[in-house]
């Protein structure tokens, strides 16, 4: 099935690309991380960058293709055998086992995301291989069961960090919900067990976190501390928040429970209200099932790990990100199939009988369905943005780049970063520190409020937006592109998009149709975070007859002027422009006689520095007309301090015709020092 629905998408999803960048480069030997030389943990599961690693090594690094392929034949395997332990965990539930693992089988093969996920170069399908072989260990308690959860176990944190979750609530709920005599915490024996399975999930688990933690300085991956950045530490106070405030946010936004058995990103994208609807019903039916006490213990344990899976998806995703749901999708489906197999055991009734299997048989074609719909979708994304739109977007890139060196500002990190093979400044920052540095640095805080101090902080070469990035950027400081950076190319299969009669989820698709790149203008300080300074930022504003005013670009000044702004201690240099108006010498005799520019420097103690001092007189000398380029050196300081302009009359005391101004000035603070 898996295999099939590879062929028939050929779908390869985003964030394989930032994880087989990595693969590649390690495969080659320029080491494991995303750009060589930068030793950066830019990817979250260890076996789903080595395994891909391996697959390009196989093919002698010719073949990014057939990498790839190899890749989705190992995933289709461990996602068969995750089918294989769950029916088989399923069975000795009495007589409901045998109908709720066929069932199961056939839910988990035809749920659209377990499927799209298993090919589309994510590392979900190991995942679910190691949560099915915990629940076959906890449900059918083989010999030796303790090794089999440690080896579980260990498979799950190889495959993901966040598997510890899925660790503990599985195994609280056998020990809440499994028969036996005493409570939870009088059953000595499964304790132990746990204990020697942690044991041996801590021995094969720990080289790895060992190994990271000297190549990379730190066990944590950087995708984690980009992702998590606004996340408050953990306390006892913010978790019991976070407990009373979980049903109200599922209940403020369903997404995630939504998007538990519905697709990709569909909710309010296009697809039918109703189908959300039941989604959301059977997700809420699944985790509560552990609550009603005539369910088979197996399905409350399975139930209850799903609620624990909800939590954390709610409360430290956050977002209904695909890739996190098939998980607790998996959890679901065994949960449902099993309480529908026990409802339609031959000891109930035969309205009860029928009634399940009516359900069982209608969840089965629904999600059959919905898996052929999404199947389309897909194959539409693929072709249309995949590959005809993002992976172009990196071709012309790496063709238009003077070096590997230049800088890329962007979101859509995967097809663009690997096909660019450009260094990459990404948001929120999964490969670049660069980046979560500067997110420390500036005010604002949301994506993609937060895009223009960005892009001034880290200076990129090029910058990519869809259209809404843009939109926000020039609504918020439109100077940010029009001042810095020029129209490159503007990459648009919105027309193809609507031409496609029949699109489910068609707002997922028309979200990447768009794209516009920005190419940083020539002649602009590089290597430094620069700060314009427009109106907003002046603490004096003087001069003759009328208050300065400015056209985005340029401070208008009519001699005598005073302007004042603040500078932080570590801004260095500042540049610009200063001069007259063209009206101001055109036409003599009424014309300007001429006047002084001065640039000082005072410190927080009081102390004054003048940085420049120049006289123009555009009507006698022709090298005094037209914008005068400057860049003065500010003196070290440990302190804020701040910058006076002033122009004043010329040698005569007229100011006639001073028609002068101030243009284009920026601030510069050295990229390696804070700021």
Same mark, same amino acid.
């Given at each position: 099935?898996?295999?099939?629905?590879?062929?028939? +998408?050929?779908?390869?999803?985003?964030?394989?690309?930032?994880?087989?960048?990595?693969?590649?480069? #390690?495969?080659?030997?320029?080491?494991?991380?995303?750009?060589?030389?930068?030793?950066?943990?830019?990817?979250?599961?260890? /076996?789903?960058?080595?395994?891909?690693?391996?697959?390009?090594? #196989?093919?002698?690094?010719?073949?990014?293709?057939?990498?790839?392929?190899?890749?989705?034949?190992?995933?289709?395997?461990?996602? *068969?055998?995750?089918?294989?332990?769950?029916?088989? !965990?399923?069975? @000795?539930?009495?007589?409901?086992?045998?109908?709720?693992?066929?069932?199961?089988? *056939?839910? #988990?093969?035809?749920?659209?995301?377990?499927?799209?996920?298993?090919?589309?170069?994510?590392?979900?399908?190991?995942?679910?291989?190691?949560?099915?072989?915990?629940?076959?260990?906890?449900?059918?308690?083989?010999?030796?069961?303790?090794?089999?959860?440690?080896?579980?176990?260990?498979?799950?944190?190889?495959?993901? @960090?966040?598997?510890?979750?899925?660790?503990?609530?599985?195994?609280?709920?056998?020990?809440?919900?499994?028969?036996?005599? &005493?409570?939870?915490?009088?059953?000595?024996?499964?304790?132990?067990?746990?204990?020697?399975?942690?044991?041996?999930?801590?021995?094969?688990?720990?080289?790895?976190?060992?190994?990271?933690?000297?190549?990379?300085?730190?066990?944590?991956?950087?995708?984690?501390?980009?992702?998590? %950045?606004?996340?408050?530490?953990?306390?006892?106070?913010?978790?019991?928040?976070?407990?009373?405030?979980?049903?109200?946010?599922?209940?403020?936004?369903?997404?995630?429970?939504? *998007?538990?058995?519905?697709?990709?990103?569909?909710?309010?994208?296009?697809?039918?209200?109703?189908?959300?609807?039941?989604?959301?019903?059977?997700?809420?039916?699944?985790?509560?099932?552990?609550?009603?006490?005539?369910?088979?213990?197996?399905?409350?344990?399975?139930?209850?790990?799903?609620?624990?899976?909800?939590?954390?998806?709610?409360? %430290?995703?956050?977002?209904?990100?695909?890739?996190?749901?098939?998980?607790?999708?998996?959890?679901?489906?065994?949960?449902?199939?099993?309480?529908?197999?026990?409802?339609?055991?031959?000891?109930?009734?035969?309205?009860?009988?029928? $009634?399940?299997?009516?359900?069982? *048989?209608?969840?089965?074609?629904?999600?059959?369905? #919905?898996?052929?719909a999404t199947s389309w979708q897909l194959r539409c994304q693929q072709s249309l943005i995949e590959e005809g739109q993002r992976r172009q977007i990196g071709v012309w890139l790496k063709a238009q780049a003077g070096s590997v060196r230049e800088t890329v500002f962007l979101e859509p990190l995967g097809y663009i970063g690997f096909?660019?093979?450009?260094?990459?400044?990404?948001?929120?920052?999964?490969?670049?520190?660069?980046?979560?540095?500067?997110?420390?640095?500036?005010?604002?805080?949301?994506?993609?409020?937060?895009?223009?101090?960005?892009i001034m902080d880290l200076q990129p070469d090029w910058v990519v937006l869809r259209g809404y990035e843009r939109e926000k950027i020039m609504a918020r400081d439109p100077e940010v592109l029009t001042r810095y950076y020029q129209l490159a190319k503007i990459f648009d299969v919105r027309a193809q998009v609507a031409a496609v009669?029949?699109?489910?989820?068609?707002?997922?698709? +028309?979200?990447?149709?768009?794209?516009?790149?920005?190419?940083?203008?020539?002649?602009?300080?590089?290597?430094?975070?620069?700060?314009?300074?427009?109106?907003?930022?002046?603490?004096?504003?003087?001069?003759? !007859?009328?208050?300065?005013?400015?056209?985005?670009? +340029?401070?208008?000044?009519?001699?005598?002027?005073?302007?004042?702004?603040?500078?932080?201690?570590?801004?260095?240099?500042?540049?610009?422009?200063?001069?007259?108006?063209? &009206?101001?010498?055109?036409?003599?005799?009424?014309?300007?006689? !001429?006047?002084?520019?001065?640039?000082?420097?005072?410190?927080?103690?009081?102390?004054?520095?003048?940085?420049?001092?120049?006289?123009?007189?555009?009507?006698?000398?022709?090298?005094?007309?037209?914008?005068?380029?400057?860049?003065?050196?500010?003196?070290?300081?440990?302190?804020?301090?701040?910058?006076?302009?002033?122009?004043?009359?010329?040698?005569? $005391?007229?100011?006639?015709?001073?028609?002068?101004?101030?243009?284009? /000035?920026?601030?510069?603070?050295?990229?390696?020092?804070?700021?």
């Amino acid at each position: 099935m898996a295999l099939l629905w590879a062929g028939f +998408t050929r779908h390869v999803w985003e964030d394989y690309y930032i994880t087989y960048r990595a693969s590649k480069n #390690l495969a080659t030997g320029q080491g494991l991380t995303f750009t060589a030389g930068e030793r950066v943990h830019s990817f979250t599961s260890p /076996l789903g960058v080595l395994l891909p690693a391996g697959a390009s090594w #196989l093919t002698g690094n010719r073949s990014d293709t057939a990498a790839l392929w190899i890749f989705r034949v190992l995933a289709a395997a461990a996602l *068969g055998g995750a089918v294989v332990l769950a029916r088989a !965990g399923l069975r @000795p539930a009495g007589a409901a086992g045998p109908l709720a693992g066929a069932l199961a089988a *056939g839910l #988990l093969l035809t749920d659209a995301k377990i499927l799209d996920y298993t090919i589309n170069g994510m590392e979900t399908p190991f995942l679910l291989l190691f949560i099915a072989w915990t629940c076959w260990a906890l449900f059918t308690e083989p010999p030796r069961a303790w090794m089999h959860l440690g080896l579980a176990w260990a498979g799950l944190m190889w495959t993901r @960090p966040d598997g510890f979750i899925y660790v503990g609530a599985l195994a609280a709920g056998a020990l809440i919900f499994r028969p036996g005599p &005493g409570r939870w915490w009088q059953r000595g024996a499964e304790l132990a067990a746990f204990l020697r399975a942690g044991a041996l999930t801590t021995g094969l688990y720990l080289p790895w976190l060992l190994w990271a933690w000297r190549y990379y300085g730190t066990p944590v991956p950087h995708t984690i501390t980009a992702k998590g %950045f606004w996340m408050p530490p953990l306390a006892p106070a913010v978790v019991l928040d976070w407990l009373q405030g979980f049903p109200g946010r599922m209940w403020s936004d369903p997404s995630i429970l939504a *998007g538990i058995f519905m697709p990709a990103y569909s909710y309010n994208t296009g697809w039918p209200t109703a189908a959300s609807g039941v989604a959301i019903g059977l997700s809420l039916t699944a985790m509560l099932l552990w609550l009603v006490p005539r369910v088979r213990w197996e399905a409350r344990v399975l139930s209850f790990a799903a609620l624990v899976g909800q939590f954390y998806l709610h409360t %430290f995703v956050g977002f209904p990100t695909p890739w996190y749901l098939p998980a607790v999708a998996f959890l679901s489906l065994l949960a449902l199939s099993l309480t529908l197999a026990q409802l339609a055991a031959p000891a109930n009734a035969a309205g009860l009988r029928w $009634g399940s299997r009516v359900l069982a *048989g209608s969840l089965l074609l629904g999600a059959a369905v #919905l898996a052929a719909a999404t199947s389309w979708q897909l194959r539409c994304q693929q072709s249309l943005i995949e590959e005809g739109q993002r992976r172009q977007i990196g071709v012309w890139l790496k063709a238009q780049a003077g070096s590997v060196r230049e800088t890329v500002f962007l979101e859509p990190l995967g097809y663009i970063g690997f096909y660019s093979g450009l260094k990459m400044l990404d948001y929120p920052g999964l490969s670049a520190p660069e980046v979560v540095a500067s997110r420390r640095r500036v005010v604002s805080r949301a994506y993609p409020d937060c895009w223009t101090e960005l892009i001034m902080d880290l200076q990129p070469d090029w910058v990519v937006l869809r259209g809404y990035e843009r939109e926000k950027i020039m609504a918020r400081d439109p100077e940010v592109l029009t001042r810095y950076y020029q129209l490159a190319k503007i990459f648009d299969v919105r027309a193809q998009v609507a031409a496609v009669a029949f699109l489910p989820g068609r707002g997922y698709i +028309t979200n990447d149709a768009y794209f516009e790149v920005y190419r940083r203008k020539p002649g602009l300080p590089s290597g430094s975070r620069l700060r314009p300074i427009t109106l907003v930022d002046l603490t004096v504003r003087e001069c003759f !007859g009328q208050p300065p005013a400015d056209n985005l670009y +340029t401070l208008r000044l009519h001699a005598p002027a005073r302007i004042v702004f603040p500078v932080n201690r570590n801004e260095r240099w500042l540049s610009g422009g200063f001069g007259f108006f063209d &009206g101001a010498y055109t036409s003599p005799p009424d014309a300007t006689d !001429g006047a002084e520019f001065e640039i000082t420097y005072v410190s927080a103690t009081g102390e004054s520095t003048t940085l420049l001092k120049r006289m123009l007189d555009p009507l006698l000398l022709p090298g005094d007309r037209g914008t005068q380029l400057f860049r003065v050196e500010l003196p070290a300081a440990t302190a804020a301090g701040r910058v006076e302009l002033t122009i004043s009359e010329g040698e005569g $005391g007229n100011n006639n015709f001073d028609w002068t101004y101030y243009r284009d /000035l920026l601030l510069e603070t050295p990229a390696d020092r804070p700021r």
